[in-house]
């Protein structure tokens, strides 16, 4: 593969117009609470995972084929709702995903009720149908975003929106402890008993549609719905905002540019590492180390992991944007090499050290979601926002998205059999490889576009 040539100017930002800065505030914050509660949503299933393996007597390998299947439904969902958002509008599609995920949390916590013998199989389903339809919500946000944020402004963006979704994680993780251990406020004389795990496939949802009327309320596609303009310079297709491109056109544009493809390998290995995490922390410390939900561990991780993820999201877009001047592929190369150290040392530590424990587990899996959440960032949404500009955000983002969540299927059951049959260090041996095939394919951007300015390095 031959790299690419186009050299264009640095991209300057313009001084905004007054008003724009807190209306465009006003949009992003509402699309980050939608998302978050989009991750309510997602990640209720991990929470509630050892309660729901318990019941149902589950392997991990059978709760690694839900995780599979959603994460496959959602994969195939980014590649063909890229396309539908850029033709939809991000605001219409990212409300059809909410709708879509209340409706099968609920399909879901009801299942469970029914006592039929294909249980596995009722859920491996409904997961994968939940994953089809929260992959309108990425290409959707990514799109409306392209439009109100220069190329210079991303990176931070990227880094500050991540922090917006990671109040989701905090959301679930606390909404776990306090439904599934229960909880008291003395100043009220409020006390609530422990729940059923399924009050997680019923609170969240309600959540999500309260944020879901918030956000069409609130939210525009464009700054010139709401009366505003912004300057686009390097985008050929930004001048016409009411102008569509045709699909075909999109599909050949994006699918051509070999920056997309290399962007999309990196982000498959973010998404193994990133699933691994994320999907099998709470099993893992409960499993491996005894920590439920009323302990003080897992209360750290509810919180250490998200507030890690923002704070190596929002340093990183940092960094893209003034010391790379917009370029992501250094800043990609550096965390996947950080990443590949810190998993490294964590092998060691967990399996063949005498600091191995629960507080050593909180500490290095902390440092990992730093780490795979960072380049999830700068990939995801700020790379994709560079490649695709205002017309075809949407499916950049759909396409290089999609290879996150179909790394992220190697998580789910291959990763559970890999732990049923070698025990739980594999999670963190399976993630090695990963992180330097991440550490080759962005030192490669960054090599062979070095002294130049091509949009998606």
């Known amino acids: 593969m031959n790299p690419p040539t186009q050299a264009t100017a640095q991209p300057v930002i313009a001084h905004h117009e007054p008003g724009f800065r807190r209306r465009r505030f006003r949009n992003w914050f509402f699309l980050g609470l939608l998302y978050a509660g989009y991750y309510l949503c997602r990640r209720n299933l991990n929470i509630a995972s050892p309660e729901l393996c318990k019941e149902f007597n589950f392997t991990n390998?059978?709760?690694?084929?839900?995780?599979?299947?959603?994460?496959?439904g959602y994969a195939v969902g980014q590649f063909i709702n890229g396309?539908?958002?850029d033709k939809l509008g991000g605001k219409q599609a990212m409300l059809i995903g909410a709708v879509g995920t209340i409706i099968l949390n609920l399909i879901f916590g009801f299942m469970s009720t029914t006592g039929v013998t294909w249980m596995l199989v009722a859920f491996i389903a409904i997961r994968a149908?939940?994953?089809?339809?929260?992959?309108?919500?990425?290409?959707?946000m990514v799109k409306i975003n392209t439009s109100w944020f220069q190329r210079r402004e991303r990176g931070k963006f990227a880094g500050i929106f991540g922090g917006m979704i990671q109040l989701g994680d905090v959301g679930v993780g606390q909404l776990?402890?306090?439904?599934?251990?229960g909880f008291s406020i003395p100043l009220i004389g409020l006390t609530v008993d422990k729940m059923d795990w399924r009050s997680m496939f019923v609170v969240p949802p309600i959540i999500l549609g309260i944020i879901a009327v918030l956000m069409w309320l609130n939210v525009k596609n464009h700054p010139e719905e709401a009366g505003h303009t912004i300057r686009h310079d390097e985008d050929e297709h930004a001048a016409d905002i009411d102008q569509k491109l045709p699909l075909a056109y999109v599909f050949l544009k994006i699918?051509?540019?070999?920056?997309?493809?290399?962007?999309?390998?990196?982000?498959?290995?973010?998404?193994f590492v990133r699933t691994a995490t994320v999907a099998w922390w709470t099993k893992y410390m409960h499993d491996q180390w005894q920590v439920g939900k009323t302990s003080g561990f897992y209360t750290a991780l509810v919180w250490s992991l998200p507030v890690a993820a923002f704070v190596g999201s929002f340093t990183s877009g940092m960094l893209s944007d003034t010391i790379f001047r917009g370029k992501r592929a250094p800043v990609g190369a550096l965390l996947y090499s950080i990443e590949t150290a810190v998993i490294a040392a964590t092998i060691w530590c967990l399996g063949h050290s005498s600091f191995a424990g629960p507080l050593a587990a909180?500490?290095?899996l902390t440092a990992i979601a730093v780490t795979c959440n960072s380049t999830h960032s700068i990939i995801g949404t700020a790379a994709a926002m560079d490649l695709g500009g205002r017309k075809m955000a949407g499916f950049a983002a759909g396409v290089i998205d999609s290879f996150q969540y179909f790394g992220a299927m190697f998580a789910g059951w291959t990763l559970g059999r890999l732990i049923d049959h070698h025990g739980w260090m594999a999670l963190f041996w399976a993630m090695l490889p990963?992180?330097?095939?991440g550490t080759g394919l962005m030192g490669y951007v960054w090599l062979t576009t070095r002294g130049r300015d091509v949009k998606g390095s």
């Open 129 to 140: 149908a939940d994953g089809y339809l929260q992959a309108f919500g990425a290409p959707g």
């Open 434 to 437: 990963f992180s330097l095939i």
């Open 255 to 271: 699918a051509g540019n070999p920056l997309a493809w290399v962007n999309a390998g990196a982000y498959f290995c973010t998404g």
């Open 61 to 72: 390998a059978d709760y690694g084929k839900i995780n599979t299947a959603r994460d496959g």
């Open 362 to 364: 909180v500490i290095l």
């Open 176 to 181: 776990g402890a306090l439904l599934l251990a």
């Open 83 to 85: 396309l539908f958002t």
